[in-house]
Nanobody, 127 residues
C-alpha cells in the first residue's frame, strides 16, 4: 500500500525556519521523483519543489527559490523540505506527492503528474 505521510508543520514566526518530512512506504523511493505542493485558503494548489530520483535534479517555484531546499534520503524512505526565511505568504497546507513518471522543468509543477499524495501538514507563519 503506497503511503506518503508529511510531518514537521506548525506555527512559526516570520523569518523563522521549519523542516518538513515526507515519509514514504509501499514503494521503493529511489525509483520515484517526489514533489512538494502547497495550498493556501482560497488559492489554487501550487507546486513548491521537486526532486528527481534519477540524478537528484531539483526544481523550485520562483516564490521559494533561495529560501527552500529539497533533499531525499532513500535509505530512510524520506524526502525533506527545509524552509528558511518564512513569511506569512508561505502559510498553507503542504503536501508531498509521488510522481507517476519522469518530470522536467516544464512539467514538475503540475499536480496531474503525480499519482499518490499525502494528507498534508499545516504551516502557519505569523507573529
Amino acid at each position: 500500500q503506497v503511503q506518503l505521510v508529511e510531518s514537521g508543520g506548525g506555527l512559526v514566526q516570520p523569518g523563522g525556519s521549519l523542516r518538513l518530512s515526507c515519509e514514504t512506504s509501499g514503494f521503493p523511493l529511489d525509483y520515484y521523483t517526489i514533489g512538494w505542493f502547497r495550498q493556501a485558503p482560497g488559492k489554487e494548489r501550487e507546486g513548491v519543489s521537486c526532486i528527481s530520483n534519477s540524478d537528484g535534479s531539483t526544481y523550485y517555484a520562483d516564490s521559494v527559490k533561495g529560501r527552500f531546499a529539497i533533499s531525499r534520503d532513500n535509505a530512510k524512505n524520506t524526502v525533506y523540505l527545509q524552509m528558511d526565511s518564512l513569511s506569512p505568504e508561505d502559510t498553507a497546507i503542504y503536501y508531498c506527492a509521488r510522481a507517476s513518471r519522469a518530470l522536467f522543468a516544464s512539467t514538475w509543477y503540475s499536480g496531474d503528474e503525480y499519482d499518490y499524495w499525502g494528507q498534508g501538514t499545516q504551516i502557519t507563519v505569523s507573529s
